[in-house]
């Protein structure tokens, strides 16, 4: 959910396990009272109020992991993911999750390779909630293929001309500033003529669709359409044809988020499935009083803390800057967070199964957490990198 620091020199502040502490009770409370009752009514609109925003930005939230002088605050893995964890352990929905942080990668690229002035120009207005921000990368036509992607920006006098389509975009509908992925070099169809543009959320040309989904429910998401859309050039991300590379690095933290939110979730599902064995009686004692119920909590908790000692593994290595870089001990560090994320999320998918076999009846109706995360899990275990490509990726980063 947050933006992974250049340098181990940017956590300015000092950390410990009172501020895990604190942003763990905050983030319970915030569920408890400004989330869970209106939950449901926010899956069934298809959106929460923009209000959160503002509300997580006064949190702290959405500056968690940002450099202090575009109004965030550095902070280290370990505490960026302890909010991740809390937040999805207490019941806030991933729809939630996904639309209230899709700061987290569509910030990340102006981060590293923007300009000074476009930094000032996106940054602190999406840091303080008053501007939502997006990442426009998959096609109609591919998804995982990422150096195969067709839409175009075309260089005009001193702007960009933007033609073509994405899709399966979080925060698509309502996204101040949108990250797009074009492609600037007509003639080259490969990843070396890719390139990063920020494009305003208000650009004439710029059209949205909404899509209805399995789960997420409370997450707008959209398919976006570029019709001659007209972008100042000096919007452009980094470098022409750079875009490929800031894709893939863009991918690491997402990926080491993803993880800390499919923990959070096998959690959910384990407490409210405890809570329902220790109340519900079937044949005259409590469900948990049964064996193979109790089993079924050990092999959910042997999956959840793997999960969560890999997790603080991975987390340390990033916080004593290890990165995605092309040193051997990069590369390793790559392997390690595509493996860990395809581990968590195969924890969650486990953990909402048994959730929902032990609620019984229960777990097939909505309104339980258990219900919604098993709808949930796929979109966790595809997006960010399907398993496959995981894998794929993780044996090529260990020279397999």
């Not at 930005?57 to 991740?84: I, Q, S």
């Not at 996106?122 to 293929?145: M, Y």
């Not at 398919?223 to 894709?247: C, S």
């Amino acid at each position: 959910m947050s933006a992974l620091p250049e340098s181990a020199q940017e956590l300015t502040h000092d950390f410990g396990p009172e501020d895990v502490a604190a942003v763990e009770g905050a983030a319970r409370r915030f569920i408890q009272t400004e989330v869970a009752p209106h939950l449901a009514d926010w899956e069934e609109a298809g959106e929460f109020p923009r209000s959160l925003y503002p509300r997580a930005a006064d949190l702290g939230w959405l500056g968690l992991g940002y450099p202090e002088h575009l109004g965030g605050t550095p902070a280290p893995w370990a505490l960026r993911n302890a909010l991740t964890i809390a937040l999805a352990r207490s019941g806030g929905s991933g729809g939630l999750m996904a639309s209230l942080f899709s700061l987290n990668i569509g910030l990340p690229p102006v981060l590293r390779h923007g300009s000074v002035a476009l930094q000032q120009l996106v940054v602190p207005d999406v840091l303080a909630g008053r501007k939502i921000a997006a990442l426009a990368i998959t096609e109609p036509g591919g998804g995982t293929d990422v150096s195969a992607l067709k839409t175009t920006a075309r260089l005009e006098g001193d702007e960009y001309v933007v033609d073509g389509e994405k899709t399966f975009i979080t925060s698509g509908m309502r996204a101040d500033w949108i990250t797009v992925a074009v492609r600037t070099d007509l003639k080259n169809k490969g990843p070396m003529g890719i390139s990063m543009l920020m494009v305003p959320g208000d650009a004439p040309g710029l059209s949205r669709s909404p899509l209805k989904k399995m789960g997420w429910l409370c997450s707008d998401t959209a398919q976006l359409r570029f019709d001659g859309v007209r972008v100042p050039a000096t919007h452009l991300v980094g470098e022409e044809g750079a875009g490929f590379k800031i894709i893939l690095t863009n991918f690491n933290g997402e990926r080491l988020s993803m993880a800390a939110m499919a923990l959070g979730f096998a959690e959910c599902c384990y407490d409210e499935a405890l809570s329902w064995a220790q109340q519900r009686k079937t044949f005259g004692t409590a469900l948990i009083d049964h064996q193979v119920i109790r089993h079924k909590f050990m092999d959910m908790k042997m999956r959840i803390e793997s999960t969560r000692a890999w997790l603080h593994a991975v987390a340390a290595r990033a916080d004593a800057g290890d990165r995605g870089d092309r040193s051997a001990k990069g590369a390793e560090w790559v392997a390690q967070v595509c493996l860990l994320k395809n581990h968590a999320t195969q924890t969650m998918q486990f953990c909402a199964d048994q959730g929902v076999q032990i609620l019984g009846g229960m777990g097939f109706m909505r309104g339980t957490a258990c219900e919604r995360i098993y709808r949930e899990v796929k979109v966790m275990m595809i997006g960010g990198g399907a398993e496959e490509i995981m894998k794929e990726l993780a044996s090529r980063q260990l020279g397999l």
